[in-house]
């Protein structure tokens, strides 16, 4: 089946700084989904792709379609206490079943 | 005004008991999922209704029956529970439309509900 790998696991940054994760399959994909989901609650949608090289921003976040359609990443750029939670990285596979990756764990020291 | 909304937000209960989660969304969408969260914060998908119907049961133990009374409801009972059931179960809904030649398949994630079977 569907296999996603996100990288890193997990990161400790200072406030202000940038964070950078991405995600990879094993398979074509025709849509990316970036996942936020803080303490507490359930995820929520940051940013979707549908285009291989598309280039979408969500505030200060920025994530990208892979050429290859087998990749994706995740930029955020001046890291805030409130960027706080696990990043996931998920495909859309068919009837709306989303496969999510194993996520990225993002602490931010003020 | 919360759009899926699920209940009770915290369970804890005895090993063999029966229980059942709500879950509720007032977006108007069609269809509707389960997802289990394990203690490594891993999502998985354990089924989904469109329009009352079940079209996805990923190889679930039968101990976890959905039930879907109407679109906007998709509740979760679970038999006998066991000590591996722990988890946080999230439901979900999402509008499945075709948007310029795509599927639009955001899903709305409820708030959880973190089960503790002791």
């Known amino acids: 089946g569907q296999q996603l790998n996100q990288s890193p696991q997990s990161m400790f940054i200072q406030e202000g700084e940038d964070v950078s994760m991405n995600c990879t399959s094993s398979?074509?994909?025709?849509?990316w989904l970036w996942y936020k989901q803080e303490p507490g609650e359930g995820p929520v949608l940051l940013i979707a792709l549908y285009k291989a090289g598309e280039l979408t921003s969500n505030g200060r976040l920025t994530a990208q379609f892979g050429i290859t359609r087998k990749d994706s990443f995740l930029n955020i750029s001046a890291s805030i206490p409130s960027d706080v939670g696990i990043y996931f990285c998920?495909?859309?596979w068919g009837g709306g079943k989303l496969i999510f990756g194993q996520g990225t764990e993002l602490s931010v020291k003020p | 005004d919360t759009a899926v909304s699920q209940t009770p937000k915290y369970l804890v209960t005895q090993m063999g008991n029966d229980k059942s989660i709500k879950c509720e969304q007032n977006?108007?969408?069609?269809?509707m999922y389960w997802y289990k969260q394990d203690s490594k914060k891993f999502l998985k998908i354990m089924f989904s209704y469109n329009n009352k119907e079940l079209i996805i049961n990923e190889t679930v133990p039968n101990r976890f029956s959905p039930k879907s009374p109407d679109k906007a409801h998709l509740n979760l009972h679970i038999n006998s529970l066991e000590l591996g059931d722990s988890a946080v179960y999230f439901c979900?809904?999402?509008?499945?439309?075709?948007?310029?030649?795509?599927?639009?398949?955001?899903?709305?994630f409820g708030q959880g509900t973190r089960l503790t079977v002791v």
């Open positions: 979900a809904s999402s509008q499945h439309i075709w948007l310029t030649g795509r599927e639009n398949t955001e899903a709305f």
């Open positions: 977006l108007g969408h069609d269809t």
């Open positions: 398979s074509i994909f025709n849509t």
């Open positions: 998920a495909d859309p």
